[in-house]
């Protein structure tokens, strides 16, 4: 086994605070089987109680169910065992590892967001404990990546077995900018301009937690606040289908338009899937520069330096001042804009980035 999985495992353990007693889940696919022996060591070593299960994200199986009850015309619940066993559980570490990224590319969007919808609840209950979301790199990723397998794999842990304390300590200085912020404006060339208020709600120092790998500084825009329009000029890659050039406008909060040169009916479905699919949960902004290659992959290109990403649904709790609106919805599909060049990001009117470079950082142009 490459010695970098049991790095990998005893971070993943970390990041959940695994300790004594802890009954702990574990979401992954066959493909990434390393991953998660290593993830059952570290969990006897530590005396926590493993139990590892298939993924409901993609693969065969989940198509096969899929696809046979869009046929059969059944109306998805939310499952009581699997949120049973979601309710059990201490914390959870959900591994994302392909054997076929284009599995559910068949898959009807609207029985995928039907589907997703039903089970919100458990992923609202989840998002309750301790959890982390991460990567095993395989073939099929790497692949979707252009890659060679070595070099995906390198990309993979360079990514995620790094210096989260230094990480930590650079992102801190946008943290710090946001903090106390009430607009946040972002420019990217001539087709995207918009504004939102963030005023009250809380930015979030992302390293080696929740995603590994982390490298990014969130909130959550005021729902109401976002106008303006914005042009995800890199992919968004949803259910086994590349979305392209999604461009989206927002008046009071809410998408009153919107378009993509590829599979625009897919996003009008995930737009469709409830009242806050529309509005804006997330604004982030990507800071980790050892993910310097786009991999069709979110976990970690919303991560990447001299970018930013926007997703509409649900907002995160943590994000969420007291007395603030928090938006919700069945969906949080995250998409990026590039901001290497001819562009800036702009707090209560003073420029914080521009063209990739933070005002903190040598280079910087106000």
């Known amino acids: 086994m490459d010695p970098r999985v049991r790095e990998h495992a005893q971070l993943i353990a970390d990041a959940v605070d695994l300790a004594a007693g802890d009954e702990f889940l574990i979401k992954s696919e066959p493909p990434a089987d390393d991953l998660v022996t290593a993830l059952y060591e570290v969990a006897g070593e530590r005396g926590a109680h ?8 993609s693969g065969r199986a ?36 392909h054997e076929n990224v284009t599995e559910l590319g068949d898959v009807d969007p609207d029985v995928n967001s039907a589907y997703e919808k039903a089970h919100g609840p458990i992923l609202e209950e989840r998002l309750g404990h301790r959890w982390t979301l991460t990567q095993h790199p395989t073939t099929a990723n790497a692949q979707l990546a252009e890659m060679s397998i070595e070099a995906y794999e390198n990309f993979v842990y360079d990514a995620i077995l790094k210096d989260w304390d230094e990480q930590a300590e650079f992102q801190a200085q946008l943290v710090e900018i946001l903090d106390d912020a009430e607009e946040v404006r972002i ?65 009071n909060g809410e998408v009153v338009s919107h378009e993509a040169e590829k599979n625009e009916d897919l996003l ?22 050892d993910i310097d290659h786009f991999s069709y992959n979110m976990l970690f290109d919303e991560k990447m330096g001299d970018t930013v990403h926007m997703a509409v649904g649900r907002a995160y709790d943590d994000n969420v001042g007291e007395g603030n609106e928090q938006n919700q919805s069945a969906q949080h599909v995250d998409m990026i804009v590039d901001m290497s060049g001819d562009s800036r990001i702009e707090v209560d009117g003073e420029v914080v980035q521009r063209d990739g470079t933070f005002r903190f950082e040598d280079g910087f142009e106000g």
């Not at 979030?204 to 606040?225: M, W």
């Not at 479905?269 to 009242?275: G, K, R, S, V, Y």
């Open 62 to 97: 989940m198509r096969a169910y899929l696809n046979a009850a869009d046929e059969s015309g059944v109306e998805f619940e939310t499952p009581a065992h699997q949120r049973a066993l979601v309710e059990a559980a201490d914390c959870h570490a959900i591994i994302r590892g």
């Open 268 to 289: 009008t479905t995930i737009l469709d899937t409830d009242a806050g699919a529309r509005r804006l949960g997330e604004l982030g902004i990507g800071m980790n520069r």
């Open 50 to 57: 493993p139990l590892a299960i298939r993924t409901n994200r």
């Open 187 to 251: 420019v990217s060339g001539a087709s995207t301009d918009v504004t939102m208020s963030i005023a009250g709600n809380h930015a979030i120092n992302d390293t080696d937690s929740h995603n590994l790998p982390g490298g990014e500084v969130f909130t959550a825009p005021v729902p109401e606040s976002v106008s303006g329009e914005v042009h995800f000029d890199k992919p968004v890659y949803r259910r086994g289908r590349e979305i392209t050039d999604v461009r989206l406008t927002f008046e």
